[in-house]
């Protein structure tokens, strides 16, 4: 398959990926056509998607049956008036029925919406107003079917609401009696071109309600760094991403690189994340690749690795924050696996990482994927230099390249606001070394500026979780009258002290930090959590934790 897009697919160096790394995209490219049938036509029996969950239920979808499923789904979203361009949102958690409703969606050239099913009522009203979303295709839990209910009233454009079970409410059309009656499916004459709106998603920022960030359909092509070089995958690999298909690193780890590169795709649909049934997961099925925040590592390397069965794993990626040093050193002693950090945004594909053919820098991104042209730009609009700091830009003046949004939907001044003059701005701040590797610094609003000093959360993060008390922690910064703003920790403790939470822990991982990274950057502030805000991707909410200070 990757080689009806690549003159080139195997590459010895960063050097060789940068000169020969180059995506031929086919006219009118549609993913669901242009990769899931074609695999269906070229291997039918070959494992697409394997699927269990926590109650033991497992289902593996060959390619064949993806297509005869897709092409089934298209044809009742069809017969519901379903056109190219309507825009459908899909709240379904991790069943299987994602992928049959998202294909589809791309079948019939229409915009698919992926979703949180954690949305209460308000949140789902102002996306459906938002978007002038046409339909809701859901799980069936009192929960959610209750949320998608109440917002109905408020939200004039949605017409048809699904529910794919176990439970179908009452104004919910029932999504496989609709399988069971659909007619046959008949591809539309034109169901899409390039430039046609695919895929949104709503991302929160700092302030303000979500943006609507808008891909186009030839998205997924962007991602063929992202499964067939970073994940390291081919048509042998069973690869599992830890994601909720309602966050943009499911299409990133669960979805389009994966199966372009011809990997079986892994899916645990669980309502609880626990360290060791990811594990379980790891050795009962034998997986080969894992990707997961690093919210998910920090909890791994805490089991006991000795008790499971990992030689079917060989290759590990990480992303989502910033990867503290010391889950690398301690994954890597416990497994012999080096991780290999990656960085992107809801905006773009996978825009730095660590690829196979190079040596991992643990907390390092790594470096650019080719596929950008990305580079650091200071306050004042230069370069900057090795070891200097600056915001992660990405450079369009030759064009939009594959991967990167089209825009905010409906908000053409906030386009303009971080995409101008040739430059898309992603906000956030790194600094790259003397052999090019880049380290990320943070958010530039979560940048903390102390008696004239510039700190990055993660350096005073990565200092504080070598300590053993600390499970997890976040930096931010606090005002301070003297020094403008003074670094505050937010720390989670390991079980073995909490009951040691006091000064004279205060004063320990003071000194602690004082002795691993430059001494002004130490935590004049200390508070002791049960838990850190996060997001459903497991990105901590340090935002949440300034506006707590704040009141």
Request: with cysteine; charged share 25%; aromatic share 12%.
């Amino acid at each position: 398959m990757i080689e009806r897009f690549l003159s080139k697919t195997k590459f010895t160096s960063q050097e060789d990926f940068v000169k020969n790394f180059k995506i031929r995209v086919p006219e009118n490219f549609n993913f669901g056509y242009d990769v899931v049938d074609e695999w269906a036509k070229d291997a039918p029996g070959k494992i697409a998607l394997c699927w269990t969950n926590d109650y033991g239920r497992v289902r593996k979808f060959t390619f064949a049956e993806m297509k005869e499923y897709t092409d089934r789904t298209a044809a009742y979203f069809l017969s519901l008036g379903i056109r190219k361009g309507d825009r459908v949102m899909l709240m379904l958690k991790r069943r299987y029925e994602f992928w049959f409703s998202i294909i589809a969606l791309h079948k019939i050239g229409a915009i698919t919406i992926p979703a949180t099913h954690l949305l209460t009522k308000h949140d789902i009203v102002y996306r459906n107003r938002a978007a002038e979303i046409k339909m809701i295709v859901c799980a069936g839990e009192d929960n959610i079917l209750n949320h998608v209910r109440e917002a109905l009233a408020d939200s004039p454009s949605v017409e048809t609401v699904i529910s794919v079970g176990p439970k179908v409410a009452e104004g919910f059309e029932d999504f496989y009696k609709g399988l069971e009656d659909a007619p046959e499916f008949e591809k539309p004459l034109h169901p899409n071109t390039n430039d046609d709106i695919s895929l949104m998603y709503f991302t929160s920022g700092t302030s303000g309600e979500p943006k609507m960030v808008a891909h186009d359909f030839t998205y997924p092509l962007g991602h063929i760094a992202t499964g067939c070089f970073w994940h390291n995958l081919n048509e042998h690999s069973l690869h599992l991403t830890v994601a909720d298909t309602g966050w943009g690193k499911a299409v990133w780890g669960k979805l389009y690189g994966q199966w372009i590169a011809g990997a079986t795709v892994f899916v645990y649909d669980h309502e609880k994340f626990v360290p060791a049934d990811i594990l379980q997961m790891i050795q009962d099925y034998k997986i080969t690749s894992l990707c997961a925040p690093p919210t998910v590592f920090r909890f791994l390397i805490r089991e006991d690795l000795t008790q499971y069965d990992l030689s079917s794993l060989k290759y590990c990626t990480i992303a989502g924050e910033a990867l503290n040093p010391v889950v690398y050193e301690k994954f890597y002693e416990q497994t012999g696996i080096k991780l290999m950090e990656g960085f992107g945004q809801t905006e773009t594909a996978l825009s730095i990482a660590t690829f196979p053919w190079m040596k991992p820098k643990p907390g390092s991104m790594g470096m650019p994927n080719p596929q950008y042209h990305v580079g650091l730009l200071k306050d004042d609009g230069t370069q900057a230099g090795p070891n200097e700091h600056g915001q992660i830009v990405i450079y369009t003046d030759k064009g939009k390249p594959l991967g990167l949004f089209k825009e905010y939907y409906r908000n053409p001044s906030l386009t303009r606001s971080v995409w101008h003059d040739g430059i898309y701005y992603t906000g956030d701040v790194a600094w790259h070394d003397e052999d090019g590797y880049f380290w990320f610094i943070g958010r530039i609003d979560d940048v903390i500026k102390s008696s004239g000093y510039r700190i990055g959360p993660f350096e005073v993060e990565s200092a504080l979780m070598t300590h053993p008390a600390v499970l997890e922690c976040a930096i931010t910064g606090v005002p301070d009258e003297i020094r403008g703003q003074v670094v505050k920790a937010t720390v989670v403790l390991t079980a073995a002290y909490k009951e040691k939470a006091g000064e004279e822990l205060i004063k320990e991982l003071q000194n602690h930090v004082k002795q691993e990274t430059a001494p002004y950057k130490y935590p004049r502030v200390i508070e002791f959590v049960d838990a850190l805000p996060k997001t459903i991707s497991g990105k901590i909410r340090r935002v949440e934790i300034r506006k707590s200070d704040e009141k």
